[in-house]
């Protein structure tokens, strides 16, 4: 299994996603706040928002809380937003390429512990521009796979402007780039075709393999990471061969 899509699937077969619905609400609050913010409280004139929008609706986030974070962002409410977006890079165990996204009101509070979570898994913090050459912003959309052939689904996806459909163990993952990010998920929707997961993400050029004892470690530095009130997004290189990935699970 490769970082990235995979971690998703990691963590949906551990039930971590619905044990941690508050912690993902507030994740995707900060989100369309910041977004509302820096590009006005109107999906349709801002495609940041609109994307964060669609992630939360696809988590199942309740429309009040949506409507509330857009006019926390936009100013309609009292207590407006005051996070920062700083981006850190880092290695893991076995030299894996980390990207760490965070939404944050005190940098020396996040960096600290940014830095700690690297050290106490087996990695580091690393200067900025260390690994972000291996990642390229894209879109990614996660399809069951008994849900539709891969031939049919090649050619939905190709035609509505997808860059790669990729197969994987139990999953299609469909890669777009930016622009045709949402022209390939409504032609999916369109389709009745259950997306999985939809996002814009990063996604890395080449990954590294890990053996079971690094591979325990990365997963390990991943939740940590996730569990981080001010991250956002993680993203990493790593390859774990199915077989450990079935024995750590």
Known sequence: MSGHSKWSTIKRKKGAADAKKGKIFTRLAKEIALAAKLGGGDPEGNARLRQAILAAK????PKDNIERAIKKGSGGLDGGVQYEEITYEGYGPGGVAVIVEVMTDNRKRTVADIRHIFSKYGGNLAENGAVAWIFSKKGSILIEKKSISEDKLMELALNAGAEDVREEENEFEIITEPASFEAVRKAIDAAGVKCLEARMGMIPSSTVRLDESKASSMLKLMERMEDND??????????????IMEKLS
Do not use: G
């Open 230 to 243: 001010d991250v956002q997004n993680v993203y990493a290189n790593f390859d774990i061969p199915d077989a």
């Open 58 to 61: 696809a988590e199942n986030m």
